[in-house]
């Protein structure tokens, strides 16, 4: 079993910078990807970044020159760096790691971390 545990949310003003972690435990093997989604209230939940086992990263146009997705495999860690934040980047952020298991494909979530920002 996977385990993800994301920290680093919190309240910040619209320009500010915040840095989410999240550190995946458990019998881990066959990553294919680690993504950041997110999900405001009454929206749709969408992915914000990903990056590959050959370190590719992949981002939502809106964030794109804002944030960066990053990754420590020693820490077995993922980290979304987030800057010039926006009151629209208000959401629940979730981490996932996208496994390859016995010939399929499985995604493990985090339970979420509150990111809200004022204008």
């Known amino acids: 079993q996977v385990q993800l545990v994301e920290s680093g949310g919190g309240l910040v003003q619209a320009?500010?910078?915040?840095?989410?972690?999240?550190?995946?435990?458990?019998?881990i093997s066959s990553i294919i990807a680690r993504r950041w989604y997110r999900q405001a209230p009454g929206n749709q939940r969408e992915l914000v970044a990903d990056i590959?086992?050959?370190?590719?990263?992949?981002y939502v146009d809106s964030v794109k020159g804002r944030f960066t997705i990053s990754r420590d495999n020693a820490k077995n860690t993922v980290y979304l760096q987030m800057n010039s934040l926006k009151p629209e980047d208000t959401a629940v952020y979730y981490c996932t790691v996208l496994v390859l298991s016995w010939g399929s494909l499985r995604e493990f979530w985090g339970q979420g971390t509150q990111v809200t920002v004022s204008s």
Do not use: H
């Open 15 to 27: 320009g500010g910078s915040l840095r989410l972690s999240c550190v995946a435990s458990g019998r």
């Open 52 to 58: 590959t086992s050959g370190n590719n990263t992949n």
